[in-house]
């Protein structure tokens, strides 16, 4: 129903930036909420980053909150996690996913669709 598209990822030195994109195709994909993980080796999946398409509402993990900002542009249906002051502690493959709920998202840390992942170097 849902492909998820992602691009950005890159190898950066700590305190540099890197925007990673999620691009979404499906017609009914206005109506899902989207969201970023990240998973380390030898680590959990966690969550990075939500947003709401309706509201526009952002959510963000404490890890991250001051650094990251996740933003959608509707009329590209795509949904971009703009990473600054880059810590190497933030090197992982990070996924973008979407699901009609947002709570799932947040709460369960689950999506109904998944990107392939992109990986995500910060180098000390």
């Known amino acids: 129903q849902v492909q998820l598209v992602e691009s950005g990822g890159g190898l950066v030195q700590a305190g540099g930036s890197l925007r990673l994109s999620c691009a979404a195709s499906?017609?009914?994909?206005?109506?899902?909420?989207m969201g970023w993980f990240r998973q380390a080796p030898g680590k959990e999946r966690e969550f990075v980053a939500g947003?709401?398409?309706?509201?526009?509402?952002?959510y963000y993990a404490d890890s991250v909150k001051g650094r990251f900002t996740i933003s959608r542009d509707n009329a590209k249906n795509t949904v971009y996690l703009q990473m600054n002051s880059l810590k190497p502690e933030d090197t992982a493959v990070y996924y973008c996913?979407?699901?009609?709920?947002?709570?799932?998202?947040?709460?369960?840390?689950?999506?109904?669709?998944w990107g392939q992942g992109t990986q995500v170097t910060v180098s000390s």
């Open positions: 947003i709401s398409w309706g509201v526009g509402s952002t």
């Open positions: 499906s017609r009914t994909s206005n109506s899902y909420a």
């Open positions: 996913a979407a699901d009609p709920s947002v709570r799932r998202i947040l709460i369960y840390f689950e999506a109904d669709y």
